[in-house]
């Protein structure tokens, strides 16, 4: 899988073609899934079902650069897997080059900054404390509020390519099909198409 420039080498992503240059030095970083029909094993049917969205699920992690298109897709995984353990398992946090990269993710990367301590900058949202005896009453400062604003605007960009991905009915009905690889091929087709509509190729 060719890495494009500005990143460090994927190894583990399909990297579809993007802007001449590559990519920047910032990325945002998501998961999107995909109704998937319900396996016959009932091992099977544990394995792919998304507690968040109630259904069997495909899962797929998306990098966005915060422009008009999807510069890196992760490989198609059972919609059970949590979007952070997903990208530990795609990404290592030992590889060369990424402290040449920020990266914007949202709360479902807890934990991050301390297992990938070589990113440049890791731009999460702060999280609102627990309730207790204490603090009745939690709540973030104005200050963390506005910091949290003001990376929702950044992170919106991913959150826009991935209803884009879905305007694609093919990954919005369920996926029956079983051939090998052939859930991949779907996304990176669907994405593709999304980055040609929006102009996001190497003239």
């Known amino acids: 899988m060719e ?7 994927l190894s583990n992503f399909y990297c579809l073609p993007g802007r001449a240059g590559g990519l920047p030095n910032v990325i945002i970083i998501d ?3 995909r109704p998937c029909s319900r396996p016959h094993h009932a091992r099977k049917q544990k394995h792919y079902y998304s507690g968040k969205k109630h259904q069997h699920t ?3 992690t998306v990098i966005a650069d915060g422009t008009k298109g999807i510069p890196v897709l992760g490989p198609t995984a059972p919609g059970s897997r949590h979007d952070y353990a997903l990208l530990k398992e ?3 946090p030992d590889q060369p080059g990424l402290s040449s990269v920020e990266v914007c993710v949202d709360l479902g990367y807890q934990g ?6 070589h990113f440049n900058k890791i731009c999460i949202p702060h999280k609102k404390p627990r309730k207790s005896k204490k603090n ?3 709540t973030l400062t104005p200050k963390q509020k506005k910091e949290n604003r003001a990376l929702s605007r950044t992170r919106v960009a991913v959150e826009h390519l991935i209803g ?6 093919s990954l919005t009905i369920k996926f029956r099909n079983h051939i090998h690889s052939m859930a991949d091929q779907v996304i990176l087709l ?7 509509r929006n102009d996001y190729v190497v003239q």
């Open 58 to 60: 495909l899962k797929n």
């Open 90 to 92: 795609e990404l290592n």
């Open 3 to 9: 890495s494009p420039g500005g990143l460090p080498e």
């Open 31 to 33: 998961a999107t899934e």
């Open 164 to 169: 884009d991905l879905k305007v694609f009915h």
């Open 136 to 138: 009745p009453n939690p």
């Open 190 to 196: 669907v994405a593709g198409l999304c980055n040609l």
């Open 112 to 117: 991050i900054k301390d297992q990938y301590p």
